[in-house]
């Protein structure tokens, strides 16, 4: 059981270049989300999927593009990088359904993280 | 939208020792709030989790304690080990905020021998 896999671990663009990093989760999931870590900030989320074929913004969307393939994999897209964007990627996903009027639990399962560096 | 503030930045103790790490919210709706754990190069983990109908939960060597009054919650770790040094991330969210976590800034912890 794999879990949250991400690709690539790591990447280095310069200014201007487009990327996607890739994100599949093997667990029958509902929800994704992709955040990203900067030191001192720690983690803020991009934008996230509550169900297949939906998708949402979150706290820092901008400069950003996700793709919700199937209920398996969530992509997130760079269009044209900034050297703002240098940062360690995590995607993540829940069974629950965010968005939806259910309490209690939202327990995440991260992959292990994509190290974008933008020159 | 929920702000979740998390203290110190950094903690170092000997072997042995207790630790905490606390965090506040502002969001009065919050009712969940978990703990992560990330060790280095890797993505966080769930260690523990309270929800707001309940004051304080244990696990082995691990506690996190909750204040709804005050708005904050705090995590004890215990006899602390080596294998305890990590950065740890405190979270909050709200059935109306649609079950999204917000994070704190995180605390890297050292556990010395």
């Known amino acids: 059981n794999a879990g949250v896999t991400q690709t690539p671990k790591f990447q280095v663009l310069k200014t201007g270049q487009s990327m996607t990093l890739q994100c599949a989760q093997d667990?029958?999931?509902?929800?994704m989300y992709w955040y990203r870590q900067d030191p001192g900030m720690g983690l803020r989320l991009i934008y996230y999927?509550?169900?297949?074929?939906?998708?949402d913004k979150g706290e820092v969307p901008n400069g950003y593009n996700v793709s919700r393939l199937n209920k398996r994999e969530f992509s997130l897209r760079l269009e044209s990088a900034a050297p703002s964007q240098t940062s360690v990627y995590f995607c993540?996903?829940?069974?629950?359904?965010?968005?939806?009027?259910?309490?209690?639990?939202?327990?995440?399962?991260f992959g292990a993280g994509s190290r974008l560096t933008v020159l | 939208g929920e702000n979740v503030e998390q203290h110190p930045s950094t903690l170092s103790v000997q072997e042995g020792d207790s630790a905490v790490i606390k965090c506040t919210y502002s969001?009065?709706?919050?009712?969940?709030f978990p703990w992560y754990k990330q060790e280095l190069g890797k993505g966080p983990q769930l260690i523990i989790d309270?929800?707001?109908?309940?004051g304080e939960k244990k696990d082995q060597r691990i506690a996190v304690t909750l204040n709804k009054t005050a708005k904050h919650f705090s995590l004890h770790i215990t006899e602390t080990q080596p294998e305890d040094s990590a950065v740890y991330f405190c979270a909050a969210s709200s059935t109306g905020g649609g079950n999204k976590l917000t994070f704190g800034t995180g605390t890297q912890l050292k556990v010395e021998l």
């Open positions: 969001d009065s709706a919050s009712n969940y």
């Open positions: 667990m029958n999931h509902n929800s």
């Open positions: 999927s509550a169900s297949e074929g939906t998708t």
């Open positions: 309270i929800r707001s109908n309940v």
């Open positions: 993540a996903s829940s069974i629950k359904v965010a968005g939806q009027g259910i309490s209690g639990a939202n327990v995440l399962t």
